[in-house]
Nanobody, 123 residues
Framework: QVQLVESGGGLVQAGGSLRLSCAAS????????MGWYRQAPGKQRELVAV???????KYADSVKGRFTITRDSAKNTVLLQMNSLNAEDTADYYC?????????????????WGQGTLVTVSS
């Protein structure tokens, strides 16, 4: 069973920075894309940033130029550097990954999620 463990959330003033970290652990066969989603109170969960196993990245328009996603595939970790934070970035942030499992000798892909970490930006 593969688990994603997040860290790095907290309280920061507007204009400040935070870095979120997520590490996959357990019996890992293969990890595909990794990314971050967020959910603010009363809103749907939305994509923040994703990085493929090959290093291609995609960002939500609202975070482009402020957030940077990177990964260390050897360590199965993904980082989200968040700069110039504002109140609209306040949310629970969830790590997401695609995990490969061998099912009856066939590779199947599953989505896995972390438990979430709260980011609060005070204005």
């Amino acid at each position: 069973q593969v688990q994603l463990v997040e860290s790095g959330g907290g309280l920061v003033q507007a204009g400040g920075s935070l870095r979120l970290s997520c590490a996959a652990s357990g019996s890992i066969l293969m990890i595909g894309s990794m990314g971050w989603y967020r959910q603010a109170p009363g809103k749907q969960r939305e994509l923040v940033a994703v990085i493929s196993s090959g290093g291609s990245t995609k960002y939500a328009d609202s975070v482009k130029g402020r957030f940077t996603i990177t990964r260390d595939s050897a360590k199965n970790t993904v980082l989200l550097q968040m700069n110039s934070l504002n109140a609209e970035d306040t949310a629970d942030y969830y790590c997401h990954a695609e995990e490969a499992r061998l099912i009856y000798m066939k590779t199947e892909w599953f989505e896995i999620w972390g438990q979430g970490t709260l980011v609060t930006v005070s204005s």
